[in-house]
Structure formats: C-alpha cells, structure tokens
C-alpha cells in the first residue's frame, strides 16, 4: 500500500514542486503551510494486583502536514493538504505513512458567488447542524490545551463546524429600501458513501443537504430562516431501509445600543421529523415506519457592555421529546460499551474492559467521533446529563443563565447556571429536574504587583444535579461535580511552569436508556455511582514563539470506584509522560 | 416595529400548530422493569389438538407486568422431542408466537400427548399446560432434494471409492429420520479418505431469495460404535452450466460420476465433521460455503441459490493404512454417515420454521 502511496505521491510532489516554478513564471500563486508535531508517550501501570499487562508501553510519532495553496487566478484556490506520519520505531519507510487529509477548491464567481468542493467545514444553527463542544472541556482555562489541540485538529473541529465533503456556496444582496440585505447559504455534502456490508448488501449514500437565508431588515432587527435535511437515498444500497430527517428553524433577532449596554433578544423556533422508509423494491410498495415530529422555542436575551468587560446571558428553551436533528444532536464521543480505549484497554486479572475515564475523554483520540448519526448516541450521566446533546437535547424545557466578566486582566469570572426538568417522562411519569451550577474564576496576580512574567491562577467548579421523585423503583438522584485547578508561572522568558488538577466525583442513582436502530427506547439499566475519576499534572510548556511551542508534562490519572462487592478492585491507576513539540508552519 | 408585528405571529403560529408525536411517557415502565413480577394475562393455548401434518399451528398466549426473559418448553411424552420458544418481553403474542410442530430436539414428534410449561428467568414462576398432537409434522415446508421414500431421485449417480472393503450406498428401512427410508451411506477404506458420494441434479428457477436466506437442511445418522477420528460429510454445490452427466467414461469401480463438480467450475463445499451418535438435523446457509477452488481461472464466483445445477453428498474419514496411515486407530473400523431428508428451505432453516 505504502508502495502504491509513495508512486502516486511522488510524482505529485514533483508536480507540485513544478507547479511552483511554473506559478512563479505565469504569476501565478502557489504557497505553503501546515504542521509538524513530534509526539511522545509513556503509559505506566500503577497497579500492583494487574499482572497480566505490561508495566509500562510507549507511543511516539512524527507527523507533517502540508499544505498546499494553490491559486491559478486570484479569486481561485485549490487546497491539498498531505500527511507524512512516521511511528517511533519505524525505519526506512516501513511504519511510514502518506495520506491525502484534505482537498477543497474554493473560489469567488465574478465577486458575487462564493464556492467551496471538496472538503468543507459546515456549521448552521445551534439546533440544525452544530458540533458542540465535547464534555469536561468547558472552564479548563487551557490547563490541557496541548491534549485538546490534538483531539480537535486530528478530528478536524473547528470552531464547532462539521467536516463534511460535498459543495457550499453563498451570496448575499443589498437593498436600498424595505429591507437592507439578504444572505443565502447552501451546502449538499455525502457524509457516507455506499458501502459493501454483505456479500450481496450494500448500505445506500448518506446525504446531507441544507440552506439558511439571513436578511437585515432594519439597522436593528434581523431574520433567519434555516433548512436541513439528512436522508439516505435508497436507490443507491440494496437494504431497503432508510433514514430522513429535515430539521426547520426560523429566528428573529432584535439588537440595539442603551446607554452603555448592547442589548440583543432572539426568538427562534423550528421543527423536525424523522422516519424510517421501507422500501420494497420487487412491488414498488413503500412504507413510512418511526415517525416522529418535534418541535423547539427558545427566548434568549443577552447584555453586553460596549467594552466587553460583562456579558449576561438570559434565556428559556423549551426542546420537544421527539425533536430530532442529526447535525446537531450527534456528539462528539459515543459511549457505546463496544468502544474500547486505546490506553490499557482492559483492566484486572478478569481481563474486565476498562470503563472510560476522564483521562480518555481527554487524552484518546480515536474515542472522538466524526460521523454524524441519525439517532441519539449513548452518554455517560456523569459527565453531561443535563444537556448531553447540546441545546437540542430532546425533552427539556427550563432556564438558564451565564455570565462573563473581565476585570482589568486582573479577574476573569465565568457563571454558568441553568434548570431544566423532562417534558415527559422517561418509564415513569415523574420527570427528572436537573440544576446546574458552574462557576469560573482565573487570577493573573503578576497583572496585580505589575510583573511583566505571567503568573496565573484559575480555579473552576461544575456540579450538576439530577433528581426524580416516585417510588423506590423511579425515584433517582445523581450529583456529579467536576473540580478543575491550573498553576501558570513563568519562570523564565516564555518558559512555564504549570501544576493542574482535574477531578470529577459522582454519586447517586440513574437508569441508562437503551435504545434500539430506530433510537426507541427499549431498556432503562439502572447504575448506582459512587466514583471518582482524577487527572494530576505537573509540566513545563516552553513557548518558543506563538505558533511554536514544546510541551513536557507527567501525568497520573486513575479512578476510584466505589464497588459495592469489592470496593477497591475495579479501581486503577495510571500515569503518563508526555511530549509534545508542535509548529504550525 | 410594523415588520416585528408582522413576524411575531409567524412564530407564534409555529409554536402552537405544530403537531409533535409526544407521548405521555418514553420507554417501558420502570415500575414493570424493577417492580415484583406479576402474570396479567394467563398462559392460554389456541388449538390443543393440532394437526401439524394438514398445516395446523398452536398459538401461544400471555402477559405479564415487565419484560423480561421467559421460555415455552414442549416435550413430547412418548418420543421425549423438545421444543422450545423463548423471547424477551412483557407479552407472549399468539400473533407472533407460535409452533408448527418441528423440534428443537430430536427425535420429531409424534401423534403423543406433549407437557407444555412457561418458565421465566429469575422468576420462579411457572405455567403449565397440555396438547395432544393428532398428526405431526412432515417436514416438507421447503425445496424437498431427496426423503428416499422411493428410492433415489432421478438422475442421482451413487458411487465409492475402487476396492473399496465394505459398502453401505443404499436405501434403507430399518431406522429412518423421517418416513420409513434413509439413504445408508459408509464402508471401510483403510488407505484413503474417500468412502463415497451421492450426487443429485437440481434445478431452482423459483428460489427468490439471496444465499443469505437459502438454507441447506440435512439429516445425517452416525453412532458411536465404530466412530472414526476425522470423518465427515462434504457437501458440495456447484452452479455450473454444464450437463449433468454428458461424459459417460465411468470411474474405476465402474460408475457414473456428475460432470458438474470439477474444480474449473463454479462450485462451493462445505466440511461438516461427524462425531456424533444418533440422528442430527443440521443447516446451512448457502452463503457460508466456500468456493471449492478460489483461483479457478475464468470462474466469477457469485452465490446465487438460483443457478445451482447440483448438490454432491460425499462421505470420508481419516485413512487408517496404506501410503497416508494419519489415524492408525481407525483400522478395520466402519464409516457410517447415513442421510435422510435433505430439503431447501428460504429465510430460516428447517427446525426453525
């Protein structure tokens, strides 16, 4: 494979390469850039009573992305992004890999129509198409930027965009009278070709196809209408069952200035379907089966000082139990049980899968998700109940608030609360309430004493409870609390030394729904928590310059549970040293 | 403002005119998952005197307050035949779950009184019931090859291995699977691995289903006197387009021999070790086969139960002398792979229909 590789890259590279020179005499544009990453770990089992695995394993690699602008004409480029990964212990090309990452062709249409092909990264509404941010990632002040700059490059989000391959274009029109522009989007992208299952069955391509269409009505009230659809095409496989799901949101947002404040509400709203279509190809009868329609509201009024000292965020939203949005309900980890971590995979002399962790959760790539799916995926209660699927997450209607406030550079606070209770109930009528109290708080003392050397302190808490009344059987009350500690001292021009503390502590009961293809929910386990789930560091991060940077850290990571028959045997313990040496070139 | 009171209605028109699907709740009860386990409806039975061999089915009735694991167990108290039936839910539908007659277990049924019992698992409650069974199952709900009833099917080629000691290729009566015939099929060849084979011609225009719904059934008899180590059935299926038995050069014992399983061909096997005593019905699906010789040149090997010409039933063991002495331990023994009922059946296999 490497062969077949190495002799159609090659001679692209010499393309390349010519093409450049070429460029150089035509005026035409050919630039580079990318990124280079050494990575290195070494993973130490702590436990004495695990005797069946290795005491310590290590992992390395060295990768380069490159990539390549091309610009024929100005208003054109093509885009090629290729990988050369080498793993440690590889030599002379053996362990050696060359992937093509990314090809896009984007451009602008006699500076009206702007296009892109090829590889593009697709965001739309909160509820229509959105990659929301994985759990355990919010108020970590960049206390595991090195792990989550990874996760997020090599999973390719960005800015919570979904990649996707297909087209978009866009194009906007400005008007003198009645309204003053109007903004379209669309986009029709493949996030799943036909694929051989069987020896005679074929899955059928999975389309993705959306639009949005934005006007400026006046200078302080703007509109919003988006549409997505995710369906399969049946012609295209040979099992005769597939999924559709259109999502339609409208929003209205008003925004004005009063005295020292930009005030803005919104209004939005929409509503989804999803069904199942069973075709029969030999009498050309079909049939619609799990069908559902949901609908969303949400109100929502921010405050903002004009310096952007405090911001305040107000808000209600109310998500129907049936509201269904693939583009914005898939998250980015699944925890189906068949997911094993990369990381010491199996744990105890009882060959027992080790559960996941907030360790994997931050350091394992290859438990993050780049699919999306057209039924809810599963989610660990301790980590994210209340909105396991983003503000779509079905069954939910409640308030919330947040807040963020900068003072002098000095102070940095951030307040995050809501409450929300279930629309219905899950096997119960009794529905759960949950709360969620988060709070944020980062110090720069060096600001304080006027010290020119970095020297900060953050701290962070987010607990979230989940109660329901009824009977013994229905009855739950899960309290999960996540603790986040960073130390950042510079101890020398552009070099830190940095401490950290990740800690999430649960306890109480809930029932895990299980589903089935359909996403009916089939099953509630009932779980009893009472773990501890902890990451320690202790590292030394050496920027060089801004986009160049060497990272050292030891790590030791581990949970505690807290099992009823034998309380310490399920526990482990772990550590880590890392190294990470990146430039974005 | 004018625009806001244009637009503000738009939404509320969305908001309350729309039509959601939602329920009181989602999902089982939790009460009925968690709860003390109740029977709300009692075990009934639909027809406690079927007739199996005119099509005639029982129907099974009950519900209890969860869902939970629960098995229908039918033994036959004359042949001791078990059937059974298990699902996990908190309903037993007489429009789902039902019994032709088949078994889980052989020996078949027979016309007998059956004891019939519900159990539940982790539940120590059980419900028990009668039927009597007035004419039972032939077993013939599928393509039939071969029951041996009259003899062999027509154009069916018998043939065993030269010199071959002692040979058992014939129709027999004394212990059928089903009806009153079998086809014996066994000897003794100490120095090579073939015994014999059956080879039957098929033809199957009517197969509608792809291979992964096209089941191959068998009966094959065996005992444990003289048991051999490494004896076993090859089944081989060939969709070759060439006539049956064009070449009419017999083989060195003198006979005819299907001209449609070369190895040139389009022709798939399957290894089936017999180790066992007493009768066994077993299925296969026509997918799991494997091509008999994968680099057959100019041959697309793609299953299609439609095109399948012939079906070769061969018989061998491990040669216990001569040049090739691998199973010392089977000299002088007798290999006995007997069939009997060899049918094609679409979507399930025979004892699951």
């Given amino acids: ?585 | 403002m004018r625009t806001i009171k244009d637009i503000i209605p738009f939404f509320i028109f969305l908001f309350f005119f729309n039509e959601c699907t939602k329920g009181d709740i989602e999902g089982p009860l939790i009460s009925d998952l968690y709860g003390a386990f109740s029977i709300t409806d009692d075990f009934l039975l639909v027809n406690k005197t079927p007739d199996f061999s005119s099509g005639d089915i029982v129907k099974f009735n009950c519900s209890f307050n969860k869902t939970t694991d629960w098995k229908i167990t039918i033994t036959g108290l004359q042949s001791s035949s078990v059937k059974e039936i298990s699902g996990f839910s908190n309903l037993i539908d007489s429009n789902i779950v039902t019994w032709n007659g088949n078994t889980s277990q052989l020996p078949f049924f027979q016309k007998e009184n059956c004891a019939v019992e519900l159990t539940f698992l982790n539940e120590s409650d059980k419900l028990r019931d009668t039927l009597n069974i007035i004419g039972s199952n032939a077993y013939e709900d599928g393509i039939l090859v071969a029951n041996f009833e009259n003899g062999l099917p027509q154009d069916a080629l018998v043939s065993w291995t030269s010199n071959i000691g002692l040979r058992t290729f014939e129709i027999a009566n004394d212990d059928p699977l089903l009806g009153n015939a079998y086809f014996k099929m066994g000897g003794k060849v100490n120095w090579d691995w073939p015994i014999g084979k059956l080879d039957l011609k098929l033809n199957l225009p009517s197969i509608t289903v792809p291979a992964e719904e096209f089941y191959i059934n068998i009966g094959i008899l065996s005992d444990s006197i003289d048991i051999h180590t490494g004896q076993f059935i090859n089944i081989i299926i060939s969709e070759s387009t060439l006539p049956f038995n064009d070449d009419l050069t017999p083989n060195q014992a003198g006979q005819q021999l299907a001209d449609i399983f070369d190895a040139s061909d389009e022709v798939y096997k399957m290894k089936i070790p017999v180790d066992w005593h007493g009768w066994r019905i077993l299925s296969f699906k026509y997918s799991d086969f494997e091509e008999l010789s994968p680099g057959a040149s100019g041959v697309i090997f793609n299953k299609n139960p439609n095109n399948i010409t012939g079906i070769r039933i061969a018989s061998q063991a491990c040669p216990s002398a001569g040049a090739n002495v691998n199973c010392p331990e089977n000299l002088n023994k007798l290999v006995r792979t007997d069939i009997d009922h060899i049918i094609f059946t679409e979507n399930s296999p025979l004892l699951g229909n």
Wanted: aromatic share 16%; net charge positive; proline share 3%.
């Fill in chain 1, 1 to 585: 494979m490497n062969k077949v590789l190495n002799t159609i890259l090659l001679p692209l590279m010499i393309f390349s390469f010519q093409s450049f020179l070429n460029a150089q005499k035509s005026n035409e544009t050919v630039w580079f850039n990318g990124l280079a990453r050494s990575y290195f770990s070494r993973d130490v089992l702590e436990s004495t009573s695990d005797t069946l695995y290795p005491r310590n394993t290590s992992n390395g690699y060295n990768l380069v992305d490159l990539n390549i602008h091309v610009n024929p004409i100005k208003t054109i480029e093509i885009f090629a992004q290729l990988r050369v990964r080498n793993k440690f212990g590889s030599f002379f090309g053996s362990g050696t890999n060359i992937d093509v990452r990314q090809l896009r062709a984007s451009g602008t249409i006699k500076n009206k129509f702007n296009f892109s092909v090829g590889d593009i990264f697709l965001k739309q509404n909160r509820f229509t198409l959105y990659n929301y941010n994985e759990e355990l990632s919010s108020f970590e002040n960049d206390m595991f930027k090195p792990y989550r700059d990874i996760i997020h490059y090599e999973n390719f989000y960005t800015d919570n965009r979904w990649r996707l391959q297909g087209l978009q274009t866009d194009f906007s029109l400005q008007f003198d009278r009645f309204i003053r522009t109007l903004e379209f989007d669309f986009f029709i992208t493949r996030p799943r070709g036909s694929s051989q299952l069987g020896s005679n069955t074929y899955s059928p391509d999975l389309l993705l196809f959306g639009g949005s269409f934005v006007s400026k009505i006046t200078k302080k009230l703007s509109f919003e209408v988006n549409y997505i659809k995710f369906f399969e095409l049946p012609s295209s496989g040979n099992m005769n069952i597939s999924i559709n799901n259109p999502v339609y949101h409208s929003g209205l947002n008003y925004k004005y200035i009063k005295n020292n404040f930009m005030l803005s509400h919104k209004l939005q709203t929409g509503f989804s379907q999803r069904n199942w279509l069973f075709s029969e190809l030999d009498n050309g009868s079909d049939s619609s089966s799990f069908s559902t329609r949901g609908m969303f509201f949400e109100f929502e009024n921010e405050f903002l000082v004009k310096d952007s000292s405090f911001k305040l965020v107000l808000g209600a939203r109310y998500v129907d139990p049936n509201f269904r949005s693939a583009g914005s309900q898939t998250r980015r980890i699944d925890f189906n049980t068949e997911i094993q971590n990369t990381v010491y995979p199996l744990h105890t002399n009882d060959y027992v899968p080790r559960p996941s962790s907030a360790f994997d959760l931050l350091s394992d790539e290859n438990r993050f998700n780049q699919d999306l799916f057209g039924t809810l995926m599963s989610f660990n209660p301790i980590f994210s109940n209340i909105l396991p699927f983003g503000d779509g997450t079905p069954n939910r209607m409640g308030f919330y608030l947040s807040s963020t406030l900068n003072k002098n550079q000095i102070l940095f606070s951030k307040i995050k609360t809501a409450f929300f209770n279930e629309v219905i109930g899950q096997g119960t009528t009794e529905k759960r309430n949950f709360l969620l109290l988060a709070g944020d708080l980062k110090i720069n003392i060096n600001e304080i004493f006027k010290k020119p050397k970095e020297f900060s302190l953050s701290f962070s808490y987010w607990y979230e409870l989940t109660k329901r009344d009824g009977d013994v059987f229905e009855e739950l009350n899960l309290n999960s609390s996540h603790i986040n500690g960073f130390l950042n001292l510079e101890i020398s021009k552009k070099f830190y030394f940095q401490l950290g503390l990740k800690q999430i502590n649960a306890s109480g009961k809930e029932f895990i729904t299980q589903r089935n293809e359909y996403g009916v929910i089939q099953n509630f386990s009932f779980v009893n928590y009472d773990q501890s789930d902890f990451i320690y560091f202790a590292g030394i991060n050496y920027k060089i310059k801004k986009n160049i940077y060497a990272n050292i850290q030891y790590n030791w990571w581990g949970e505690d549970l807290n099992n009823p028959t034998n309380p310490t045997f399920y526990d482990f313990n772990y550590r880590r040293l890392l190294f990470i040496f990146s430039v974005k070139l």
